[in-house]
């Protein structure tokens, strides 16, 4: 498996404030990803990234923003948390070309309050 | 607009048996298609692909089956065993083009029983 951490694993924070999280991989991948996951809906893309400084919106990009400055970090801000961005949030990265698939990290469990 | 469906949310099979996950697509540009597995406080992990040049991928227990005309992909898992429960995601890509993006249905909790 690909070396991806997320960082914190778990988070509390309150309505309003901004909130960093950090995905870091280790294998040189081109391209990163952020989905979350809640009940029902089953993993949604939020931001992606196709290399340094090169990202774009996902279906649920409302909210949060990203940025990459060196290839194995990607980091999600949630600007001003709200309740409904609770959620458990997983960070992916994937190698060029075709047959190949993305390598998911162990989630990080935001709350916010 | 749901363009991955897994339209059960569970199921639930015999130690030994057959498990058949079921999904459907409605992106006719979807060229590849891949399942998840995941268990719980974990990430997805990959468990297995197919192009849509392929009707039939095979590694071990783990089969896909795509037929492209009814836009519908299967993974039977033979025989099933309690180590196999877990949350099942299908995901589809529409290939390099997409950057590589992937669109996931909202998975099937499978239950392997002893």
């Known amino acids: 498996d690909a070396g991806i951490t997320q960082s914190p694993r778990h988070k509390v924070t309150e309505t309003g404030t901004p909130v960093t999280l950090r995905c870091h991989q280790t294998?040189?991948?081109?391209?990163m990803y952020w989905y979350r996951q809640d009940p029902g809906h089953g993993l949604r893309l939020i931001h992606y990234?196709?290399?340094?400084?090169?990202?774009d919106k996902g279906e649920v990009s409302d909210g949060y923003s990203v940025s990459r400055s060196k290839t194995e970090d990607f980091l999600l801000t949630l600007e001003s948390a709200t309740s409904s961005q609770t959620s458990v949030y997983f960070c992916?990265?994937?190698?060029?070309?075709?047959?190949?698939?993305?390598?998911f990290g162990p989630g990080t469990r935001l709350l916010v309050l | 607009d749901q363009q991955v469906k897994q339209n059960s949310p569970s199921l639930s099979v015999q130690e030994g048996r057959i498990s058949i996950l079921n999904c459907d697509y409605t992106?006719?540009?979807?060229?590849?298609f891949l399942w998840y597995k995941k268990y719980p406080a974990e990430g997805p992990t990959f468990l297995i692909s197919?192009?849509?040049?392929?009707d039939k991928n095979e590694d071990g227990r783990f089969t896909v089956f795509l037929n492209k005309s009814a836009k519908h992909l299967s993974l039977h898992i033979v025989p099933s065993q309690p180590g196999d429960s877990a949350v099942y995601f299908c995901?589809?890509?529409?290939?390099?083009?997409?950057?590589?993006?992937?669109?996931f249905g909202k998975g099937t909790l499978l239950t392997v029983n002893p």
């Open positions: 197919i192009s849509s040049i392929k």
């Open positions: 992916a990265s994937r190698p060029a070309g075709t047959g190949e698939t993305q390598y």
């Open positions: 294998e040189n991948h081109r391209y």
């Open positions: 995901a589809a890509s529409e290939g390099g083009g997409s950057n590589y993006k992937l669109t």
């Open positions: 992106n006719s540009m979807f060229d590849y």
């Open positions: 990234s196709y290399g340094v400084k090169d990202t």
